[in-house]
């Protein structure tokens, strides 16, 4: 299957986009990048430091700066200034592309045959709600998208109910919800179950192999910006890990549609798929394996 991975790494971001580069059944023809964790210059440039460590020549395309509709939010200081925690990676191999990311996803989309494309989401949807608005031929062809946002149950990590990528960008998520594509949402209800520990990141540098390595180190960075946690929670990469194991996440169609004042989620008339949990057990050895190999 064909990926493009859309993305503002970010720590987590960047731990699923290793594990994704290192997936021999994955081809990741391009990252696209917008501005989220942190603004899009630094996710641009982390996205082609991450290929760099993967040595990989991935084009990385630049896309949306600004949500949609809204002033850009205050970035989060979670991962950093650097967006990576301050983990060490190489500079990139080279420069974006001078395709701007919605450009860029639909020739990608235009030159495959129809449902052949997948598109991860780890960040904010913007780019995506672009391409549906400027190119709705070739959004039509996606195969699916897998997008890791929103809290349905469980609290918000930026509001009583907002989760940071849906409430980012709050009107570009209701246009992909409205655009009744094949869909599914990775909310905070599955992506917390997905913890990493001390003993977690031990394992991970046992390996040796570099994405392992470099993980470890991102979830470290993750750890010296809280206080006491005893695990982390691994939010994006449950988005690759879906698309490769989805017999490890528990599947569940709802009705949802998001408030633009607080970018919650509420019920609503749009059929999402929604993934509610996840096998933490087995989702954690398959990072592991996927990183390592
Ligand atoms: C999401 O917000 C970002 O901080 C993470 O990279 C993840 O995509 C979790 O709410
Ligand atoms: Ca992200």
């Known amino acids: 299957m064909t990926i493009i991975i859309d993305t503002d790494p970010g720590i987590d971001d ?15 023809t391009a990252l696209t990048t917008v501005a989220g964790n942190i603004g ?25 700066a600004a949500p949609l509709g809204k002033e850009a939010n205050p970035e989060l200081g979670i991962h950093g200034n650097d967006g990576l925690g301050g983990v060490v990676f190489p500079e990139p191999l080279a420069p974006p592309t001078s395709e701007d990311a919605v450009g860029a996803m639909a020739a990608i989309l235009l030159a495959h045959p129809p449902q052949t494309v997948d598109l991860f989401c780890l960040g904010p949807l913007t780019n995506l709600a672009l391409l549906l608005d400027r190119s709705p031929e070739a959004a039509s062809r996606i195969c699916k998208v897998i997008a890791m946002g929103g809290a349905v149950n469980e609290p918000g990590n930026v509001g009583p109910k907002a989760e940071f990528n849906i409430a980012h960008d709050p009107h570009a998520a209701a246009a992909v919800f409205a655009a009744g594509l094949p869909f599914t949402l990775i909310p905070l209800d599955a992506t917390r179950q997905l913890r990493a520990d001390k003993t977690y990141i031990k394992a991970l540098r046992d390996t040796g192999a570099t994405p392992a390595i470099a993980s470890a180190e991102l979830i470290d960075a993750y750890f010296a910006a809280t206080n006491g946690a005893e695990s982390r929670p691994l939010h994006d990469p449950c988005v690759p890990l879906l698309a490769q194991h989805p017999e490890l996440f528990t599947l569940q169609d709802r009705n949802l549609s998001v408030d633009l004042e607080t970018g919650a989620l509420v019920a609503g008339d749009h059929t999402v798929k929604v993934a509610m949990g996840v096998n933490a057990e087995g989702a954690r050895a398959a990072l592991l394996q996927g990183l390592s190999c």
């Open 40 to 64: 899009l210059s630094v996710t641009t440039r982390n996205a082609g430091r991450i290929c760099a460590l993967a040595q990989v020549k991935t084009p990385v395309h630049a896309g949306a």
């Open 14 to 28: 960047a731990i699923a986009i290793l594990y994704a580069l290192n997936h021999p059944d994955q081809e990741i």
